[in-house]
């Protein structure tokens, strides 16, 4: 496993098969870009009573975005909430960065999540053209 582009930030008890999650989007997501923000970090807050996991991107230091996944999200099952976090923390790197994230190899648009047997980057033009598991996007080049 490679080391983690992007620094996420969990409660301690939160188990680390977690934070190892978060970061594999954030990193699918970073990796076409040649130059991440100098301070970006996602944090994870404990719900506590809440019915809400909040989840807060930081840009150079700044708030830039955050939202809350339904606590419920959790007992979906593994591959169904890496689809939902992954496509959450799309939004708001394309948002921050103004481009494709994770670029669709070839195309001009974003790599869409999606469950199939697993939780996919899949072309939403061609399904067939390309797709790959979230968590292992990587740049040819």
């Given at each position: 496993?490679?080391?983690?582009?992007?620094?996420?930030?969990?409660?301690?008890?939160?188990?680390?098969g977690?934070?190892?999650?978060?970061?594999?989007?954030?990193?699918?997501?970073?990796?076409?870009?040649?130059?991440?923000?100098?301070?970006?970090?996602?944090?994870?807050?404990?719900?506590?009573?809440?019915?809400?996991l909040?989840?807060?991107?930081?840009?150079?230091?700044?708030?830039?975005?955050?939202?809350?996944?339904?606590?419920?999200?959790?007992?979906?099952?593994?591959?169904?909430?890496?689809?939902?976090?992954?496509?959450?923390?799309?939004?708001?790197?394309?948002?921050?960065?103004?481009?494709p994230?994770?670029?669709?190899?070839?195309?001009?648009?974003?790599?869409?999540?999606?469950?199939?047997?697993?939780?996919m980057?899949?072309?939403?033009?061609?399904?067939?053209?390309w797709?790959?598991?979230?968590?292992?996007?990587?740049?040819?080049?």
């Amino acid at each position: 496993m490679h080391p983690s582009r992007v620094p996420v930030r969990c409660p301690d008890h939160f188990p680390d098969g977690f934070r190892r999650l978060v970061a594999q989007i954030a990193d699918d997501l970073a990796a076409a870009l040649p130059r991440l923000h100098p301070e970006l970090r996602v944090e994870i807050g404990d719900p506590a009573d809440r019915p809400l996991l909040a989840c807060t991107v930081w840009f150079d230091h700044v708030r830039r975005a955050a939202f809350g996944l339904p606590v419920r999200m959790l007992n979906a099952g593994v591959e169904q909430l890496r689809r939902n976090l992954a496509e959450r923390l799309q939004d708001v790197f394309i948002e921050e960065y103004g481009r494709p994230l994770p670029p669709c190899p070839g195309h001009e648009h974003p790599l869409v999540p999606e469950v199939r047997d697993a939780a996919m980057w899949v072309c939403p033009n061609d399904p067939g053209h390309w797709s790959c598991r979230i968590g292992d996007y990587r740049v040819d080049g």
